[in-house]
């Protein structure tokens, strides 16, 4: 699975009983890919010492404040292993319009993207 | 910066100790070996290196468009790769319409080489949970306020892949030679605290 920058995801909201990278404030939520980054091993493999931890691609995910926290007009970007994602397009229409916040902050934040 | 308590009165020095001593016990480095290998990593590790990847950005069209394209590619242009190996390095540019802030919420990730060892603050509960949630508020603090039309991106970063601000060239330096704004740019500024 490659996830192309423009991609809606939706974090996991799995409570892992061992070490995880992402974030708690992130768990559930949806975001838009902006970077598919390089594969680094999985750190919830690396944790718990599994002998061949997955190396997966790392996507710089930006997350809507207002939709984290239910206020604020700035972004968050954060960088999630690909397992951590789930293509968030399946979902009941009624995601996209909650979505649309999200959108008005432009497409240039990836710094790929910065002239 | 004058109230930052000392680095050996925090519970993190305390936490660092004892997992030191678990490494001597075991026998997989000596005490001397342990300051040995972190004096040397350190007495390499400063601002100024960021902030000379940054002056060449701003001095150099094309540097900078390598810069914000792949930055660890361009940091070893500079004769830093060894010490940005261990991670991917991405540079984030401020301009009129966007600030950017560093945080790292889940321990204290940072780019040590290109900005130095990390001030207290941003290993802080503090910092590292109120810059996700009100990053204006928590800039004002540090003095820096972001007018109202300009977005914030927060940078929450993992200790795989790293991040530096590249600031603003500000107005009235068009005489200044490399090394003269080098000396412009501060650690704050490269974290996205300070607006250079």
Redesign the interface.
């Known amino acids: 699975m490659t996830l192309r920058p423009g991609t809606r995801v939706r974090a996991s909201s799995a409570d892992p009983d061992h070490h995880t990278r992402l974030p708690r404030y992130l768990r559930g939520q949806i975001g838009e890919i902006v970077y598919a980054g390089r594969e680094w091993p999985l750190p919830d493999d690396v944790a718990r010492g599994v002998a061949a931890p997955r190396a997966e691609t790392v996507y710089t995910v930006r997350f809507a404040a207002a939709r984290l926290w239910g206020t604020g007009r700035h972004t968050v970007l954060a960088d999630l292993w690909e397992s951590y994602l789930e293509r968030a397009d399946s979902e009941d229409g009624s995601e996209a319009d909650d979505e649309a916040g999200s959108e008005d902050h432009g497409e240039d934040d990836g710094p790929q993207e910065e002239r | 910066m004058t109230a930052e308590p000392h680095h050996h009165d925090l519970p993190v020095a305390a936490r660092v100790r004892r997992l030191e001593e678990r490494v001597i016990a075991a026998g997989l480095a000596s005490d001397g070996e342990l300051d040995e290998t972190l004096a040397r990593f350190y007495a390499r590790a400063t601002p100024v290196n960021g902030a000379r990847l940054v002056a060449r950005a701003w001095m150099d069209p094309r540097f900078r468009?390598r810069l914000?394209?792949d930055?660890s590619a361009a940091a070893a242009e500079l004769g830093f790769g060894p010490q940005v190996s261990s991670y991917?390095l991405?540079?984030?540019?401020n301009?009129a319409?966007?600030h950017n802030v560093i945080v790292c919420?889940?321990c204290s990730c940072y780019p040590v080489a290109l900005l130095g060892p990390s001030p207290s603050w941003y290993k802080s509960l503090a910092y590292r949970s109120r810059t996700?949630?009100?990053?204006?508020a928590v800039l004002s603090e540090f003095g820096l306020v972001v007018p109202e039309e300009v977005?914030?991106?927060?940078?929450?970063?993992?200790a795989?892949?790293r991040y530096l601000v590249l600031p603003v060239r500000p107005d009235g330096t068009d005489g200044l030679a490399e090394d003269e704004l080098v000396t412009l740019i501060t650690r704050d500024g490269l974290i996205g605290t300070a607006r250079v």
């Not at chain 2, 977005?151 to 993992?158: H, N, R």
Request: charged content about 30%.
């Open positions: 468009e914000l394209a930055g991917q991405r540079v984030v540019a301009s319409q966007r919420t889940l996700v949630r009100e990053p204006r977005d914030i991106a927060v940078w929450d970063s993992t795989e892949t």
